[in-house]
């Protein structure tokens, strides 16, 4: 799933030497934004950025487990 934000506050550049910056606030927000929803964990990493010169800022949405940690499964759910 790719997320796209327009004019993204943390990445419109005010002067040059925002140019390098990228977006941790708003990444860190959508991740525990899908996690929270979804109940699993999810990697989001930006792959366009207004600081590169790209139209908006595009973060890209990957589920990095398909099951939840054995430890967090309810006691009833667990293999013995
Ligand atoms: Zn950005």
Redesign the pocket.
Known sequence: MVVNAKR?F??EPNTKQDLHR??AFFRAHLRGFMSGTFGRIFEVS?IQ???GGDEV?SFRVALLETAAPRLLARPSERAL
Request: overall charge negative; charged content about 30%; aromatic content about 0%.
């Open positions: 993204l943390e990445c990228r977006s930006e950025c207004l600081t800022c």
